[in-house]
């Protein structure tokens, strides 16, 4: 009986360290998105609207198509390859959160469907409203020294119009905006590729004036 007792304390100690062995839970990656867009109703534009515009969808090739990791760049060192950050993402694809936020922008004052049956809505004397197609081509947060980094956005717009004959092409224009992040990590280049993706949206929108009125 007393050896058993003395045991005990051996076996639980035993228990307790395999216990302690057990690897920890995983971590899961941080979401990120653009934030939540206007909270309070913008003030009343009284200028006239401008004429209705249909959104496709935007095009991305490689990791922005369907991939949803943060990524970057050390232009130092290496600036041709592409990395992802192991514990950030978005919270969707990247072409998809910039579809979301140029819509927002160019929504302010004019009508804005989507490419396709929602353009077909509008048809106006049988014909079609004008199409914006918008190809992201660098979504990433580009390091320039170890500490320094901005977050990079090149896109490129093109209006084209639906004829009968097929498509035609009445403007382009390429959009290169650079925004420097807070800080050397993920959410600094989070928060600089959304500010980066407003001022290009905004850009967008004045062009357009000039091109869709």
Known sequence: MGRTVSIFPLLLAAVLAGCSALPDKPTRPAQY????GPVADAPMDRRAPLAPLALADVEANGP???????????????????????LARWSMP???????????QLGQRRTIVAAGEGAAMLRSDGRQPLVLRVELEEF????????????????????VDNLPAGE?????????????APTADAA?????LAEAT??????????LETVVR
């Open 94 to 104: 990247p072409a998809q959160l910039v579809r979301q936020r140029l819509r927002e």
């Open 188 to 192: 600094g280049g989070v928060r600089a």
């Open 140 to 159: 990433s947060q580009l390091f320039t020294a170890p500490a320094q980094s901005t977050g990079l956005l090149r896109l490129r717009a093109t209006v």
């Open 168 to 180: 035609k092409v009445l403007a382009q224009r390429q959009v290169i905006v650079q925004r420097p």
């Open 198 to 207: 407003d001022a290009a949206a905004t850009e967008l929108s004045q062009w």
């Open 33 to 36: 998105d653009f934030g939540p």
């Open 64 to 86: 922005l198509e369907a991939g949803t990791a943060v990524l970057y760049r050390l232009g130092y060192a290496d600036a041709q390859q592409l990395r992802p950050y192991a």
